[in-house]
């Protein structure tokens, strides 16, 4: 079973400049989040998708961010216009739809790292 | 201090040895779990406590959560080389509507020498 995908896995970017980064979920998970890491903080939470709706956006910086989910299967994260702050590690993870079967744990891709000059 | 803190940043054993990290959180939580991260790679789940749980075992793993200080322990028995990587802690608060929210430490490096 493949895990979770994402692409690229570097970008070097100037400011103004746009990014979309892309995650593909493992087959059949609903939910579908994205984190990021930038250099020496924490991993933080930016949103939450069930299948195609955003549950929770309350992670995400400012409206430069845009992340989308079309059809509930891969989703892009668009970064625009870019500033020197957002560079860092952008990760998406997914998991099983929330019941019996989900046991909590996220599946993270390998990240996607954005450098921004 | 903020959520999610984690002691010690950087730990280095011996092969054999056994390697314990510490993490603590702020609020009420539903519960707790432990990452792994091998450089530049994604991260792993290893274990997940509940807040109505207080130890568990996974291989070579153990976890603790001590719900009354807010702060968990993850200890890994017979360190081996392949152990070396970055370790977080990551708490699902109580109350939230998204189950896959989580707060992050910022993580323990831990070096496994051969």
């Known amino acids: 079973e493949a895990g979770v995908t994402q692409f690229p896995s570097h970008s070097v970017i100037e400011k103004g400049q746009t990014v979309t980064l892309r995650c593909d979920p493992i087959?059949?998970?609903?939910?579908l989040y994205w984190y990021r890491r930038v250099m020496g903080k924490e991993i933080k939470f930016l949103l939450h998708?069930?299948?195609?709706?955003?549950?929770?956006e309350s992670g995400m910086p400012n409206n430069r961010f845009l992340a989308e989910r079309t059809g509930g299967t891969y989703s892009t994260l668009k970064v625009q216009p870019a500033e020197l702050e957002d560079s860092g590690v952008y990760f998406c993870a997914s998991s099983q739809g929330w019941g019996q079967s989900n046991t909590g744990e996220l599946f993270f891709g390998e990240g996607s790292r954005l450098t921004v000059l | 201090s903020q959520q999610g803190e984690e002691d010690p940043q950087a730990l280095s054993i011996q092969e054999g040895e056994n390697a314990t990290m510490n993490c603590s959180y702020k609020t009420s939580i539903n519960n707790l779990q432990w990452y792994r991260q091998n450089s530049g790679r994604g991260l792993v789940h290893l274990i997940l406590i509940r807040s109505n749980e207080r130890e568990k075992h996974s291989g070579r793993l153990r976890v603790t959560l001590d719900t009354s200080k807010k702060s968990s322990s993850l200890l890994i028995t017979a360190s081996r080389a392949a152990d070396t990587a970055s370790y977080f802690c990551?708490?699902?608060?109580?109350?939230?509507?998204?189950?896959?929210?989580?707060?992050f430490g910022q993580g323990t490096i831990l070096t496994v020498h051969p």
């Open positions: 990551a708490s699902q608060n109580a109350g939230g509507t998204s189950y896959g929210k989580l707060t």
């Open positions: 998708f069930v299948k195609e709706s955003k549950q929770d």
């Open positions: 087959s059949g998970h609903d939910n």
